[in-house]
C-alpha cells in the first residue's frame, strides 16, 4: 500500500496550477503510484509501469512533458544538491526521503552506475529535492543534508544517510552530527546552526511545495526531463529514459530551468 503525505497537506497547491493542470494530472497518475511499499514491505521486483519512454510521442503530450520539465529542472549555479553539467542535455529530478528504504535502494544500487554511465560523461545531471515525508526524523535528516552542501559534503553525507536504512532513533541530532563529521563536515558548529536555521527551512519547503504541486504523494519520485519514473525502478529503466530523453533533446531544446 503506498505511503502518502498527510491530508492536510497532499496536493494542496496543485488547484493554484492552471495553465498545467493535464500535465498535474497525469503526473498525479504516474508518480503517485510509486512505491514505498508500506515503508519497508508489499513491493515485488517486478517494474511497474512507468510513462512511456518512447523517443516518438504524440506532440501535445511530449509538450506536456515539456512544460513539466520547465517547471521543475532549476540548472541552478553551484547547486550543492545536483550533480553533473549544468547543461546536460537530460536532468533527472528525485524526490526522495532519507527514511525511505527503496530511495536507499536507488542511491546504493542504481544512481552509481548512472552517474558512471551518464552523469561522467556529461549526459546526465541529478538534482535531489527533499520530500519528507514521515515526520520530524525525515525533515531533521533533510536538514542536515542541506547543511552539509553548505559546505560542499550534501553528497557526502546523503550516500552516509543512505548507507543503510536508518529510521526514528538512527537519526537523532547527534547521530547525524557523527555521520556529518565522518563525511567530512568540517564545521560542525556551523553544521548545526544550518541545520536549525531559517534557511534550511525554507529549501525544504520549496522542495516539498514543488513536489506536492506536482501531486507526489511518496518517494522515491523521479521525472526525466519532465517524464515521471515511479519508484525505485531497476537500473536498465532509468538508462532506456535517459537514452531516449537524450535522443529527444537533440531534436529539441532540453528546459532549461532557472536559479529558482
Known amino acids: 500500500m503506498p505511503v502518502s503525505a498527510s491530508p492536510t497537506r497532499k496536493l494542496a497547491a496543485v488547484g493554484a496550477v492552471i495553465a ?28 511497474q509501469a512507468a510513462a512511456s519512454t518512447a523517443p516518438k510521442e504524440d506532440p501535445a503530450q511530449q509538450k506536456m512533458f515539456d512544460d513539466l520539465a520547465e517547471r521543475t529542472i532549476r540548472r541552478a549555479d553551484g547547486d550543492p544538491l545536483a550533480i553533473g553539467k549544468k547543461d546536460a542535455p537530460v536532468v533527472l529530478v528525485e524526490y526522495a526521503d532519507y527514511q525511505c528504504s527503496f530511495c ?15 552523469v561522467d560523461k556529461g549526459t546526465l545531471r541529478i538534482e535531489f529535492r527533499n520530500f519528507t515525508v514521515f515526520g520530524a526524523d525525515s525533515e531533521r535528516a533533510a536538514r542536515a543534508s542541506w547543511a552539509a552542501g553548505q559546505q560542499g559534503k550534501f553528497w557526502q553525507l546523503h550516500d552516509e544517510l543512505y548507507a543503510k536504512t536508518r529510521k526514528g532513533a538512527a537519526l537523532a541530532e547527534d547521530k547525524i552530527v557523527d555521520m556529518a563529521r565522518s563525511s567530512g563536515v568540517d564545521d560542525i558548529e556551523k553544521f548545526r546552526a544550518d541545520m536549525k536555521g531559517a534557511d534550511a ?8 511545495d514543488e513536489g506536492y504541486q506536482l501531486g507526489v504523494q511518496s518517494t522515491p519520485s523521479f521525472l526525466v526531463n519532465g517524464r515521471p519514473v515511479a519508484g525505485a525502478q531497476p537500473q536498465e529503466v532509468f538508462a532506456q529514459a535517459i537514452e531516449d530523453a537524450a535522443a529527444r533533446a537533440k531534436h529539441g531544446p532540453a528546459a532549461k530551468g532557472s536559479d529558482k
Not at 498545467?20 to 508518480?31: H, M, S, W
Open 20 to 47: 498545467l493542470v493535464v500535465a498535474v494530472i497525469a503526473i498525479a497518475v504516474a508518480v503517485g503510484s510509486s512505491v514505498e511499499g508500506d515503508r519497508d514491505t508489499g513491493r515485488t521486483d517486478t517494474p
Open 104 to 118: 536507499g535502494r536507488f542511491t546504493r544500487e542504481t544512481q552509481p552506475a548512472l552517474i558512471k554511465k551518464f
Open 201 to 208: 527551512e525554507r529549501a525544504l519547503k520549496k522542495d516539498q
